[in-house]
């Protein structure tokens, strides 16, 4: 029995467990256009770029274009005249396609040898976590030092800082690899001195993960005279990840790879009376980063956003409401970042934010 190119791959689909095609082109429709009009359409800028772009992450060759309609049929039979007499003839498709399948899928994927743990994404890399002398980026540098990364902390506190490289060594062995780097994120030039050290002694980061921040909670209303609160919400939750990720970026994109985490929060996928301030500085490095995506998307940089629920961290500690509320540990928030850099997502939130 003969199948057409398009019912061979409606065979495979149904043994992959995809949906079948929903539409089939006669490949000898395209030649009813023009070649002039063809040769004119490809030679058109938009259309080279988009070509060039999909064959390459495909990793097709571009000459491959060329046999695109060439004439070809696969038949079996000189192989039916091999097995004449024999007793043994050529299964359907339909039988067999199944078979080969699900022996790819069990043995041959590569997805199998893929080390999908955080030492196997993170193992010998470098990882920057900002505010990471206390609270989720204590807790998720822990795991990191635990993982093997070479792991960067910075924060403003001299002294806490060294408290949590203590800590982290406790945790992970006197042998992990922690550096720590005094600053403030907010000041440009402590934020410049940071990007500079990490690109001078460790040529870079392979992970960023901003996490620095501030909350405030107050009505709009009891800061009609207070706009500093919105400016220092701002300096450091937006334009404070921003310094750090924008002078870390071109060490990215020259490697070809790199992952940026920005810790969010819940509150952005809400309307929290009396954290606007806090909210608008965190929507709008979720802007900036569905921005970024789109444009890093074809350097091997990627990013993450975690809309973070709350946590139990000195941050939220003045508040004295959250006491009765639902929070996560910090290293429950260290395990949300772990999976973030494990497996890339665009964004993770819990079901506290999206179901």
Not at 284 to 310: H, K, Q, Y
Request: some cysteine; hydrophobic content about 45%; proline content about 4%.
């Amino acid at each position: 029995k003969g199948y057409r190119v398009g019912d061979v791959l409606d065979i495979f689909s149904k043994a992959a467990h995809a949906p079948k095609m929903n539409l089939f082109i006669n490949a000898a429709l395209m030649g009813f256009i023009p070649k002039s009009v063809k040769k004119g359409l490809m030679a058109l800028a938009p259309v080279r770029r988009i070509k060039n772009a999909v064959m390459k992450d495909l990793g097709i060759p571009e000459d491959m274009l060329t046999f695109v309609n060439y004439p070809t049929r696969f038949d079996c039979r000189d192989t039916e005249a091999a097995l004449k007499g024999s007793g043994i003839a050529c299964p359907d498709l339909n039988d067999y396609a199944w078979r080969l399948w699900d022996y790819w899928e069990r043995h041959l994927d590569p997805a199998l040898f893929i080390d999908r743990s955080l030492r196997g994404a993170t193992g010998g890399k470098v990882v920057l976590v900002t505010g990471g002398s206390s609270g989720i980026g204590l807790a998720a540098a822990i795991k990191f030092a635990e993982a093997g990364a070479i792991t960067l902390i910075c924060a403003r506190d001299e002294a806490k800082l060294a408290e949590a490289v203590k800590e982290i060594k406790a945790a992970a062995g006197k042998d992990a690899q922690i550096h720590s780097y005094a600053c403030d994120i907010a000041d440009e030039a402590g934020c410049a001195g940071l990007i500079q050290w990490c690109n001078d002694e460790f040529g870079g980061v392979d992970f960023l993960i901003n996490n620095a921040g501030r909350s405030i909670r107050r009505a709009i209303e009891s800061s009609y005279d207070r706009f500093h609160d919105f400016q220092r919400t701002m300096d450091l939750n937006y334009f404070g990840c921003l310094r750090v990720t924008m002078g870390l970026l071109p060490g990215m994109v020259a490697k070809k790879k790199g992952h940026v985490v920005n810790i969010s929060s819940i509150g952005v996928l809400t309307n929290a009376p009396r954290f606007s301030a806090y909210v608008a500085s965190k929507a709008a490095l979720d802007a900036w980063t569905r921005c970024a995506s789109s444009e890093f998307a074809d350097t091997g940089v990627t990013f993450t956003t975690i809309n973070m629920p709350l946590v139990r961290t000195p941050m939220i500690a003045p508040t004295a409401i959250y006491k009765n509320v639902p929070t996560l540990a910090p290293e429950e928030a260290g395990d949300m970042i772990a999976q973030a850099c494990i497996n890339k997502p665009v964004r993770i939130a819990t079901r506290l934010g999206i179901s």
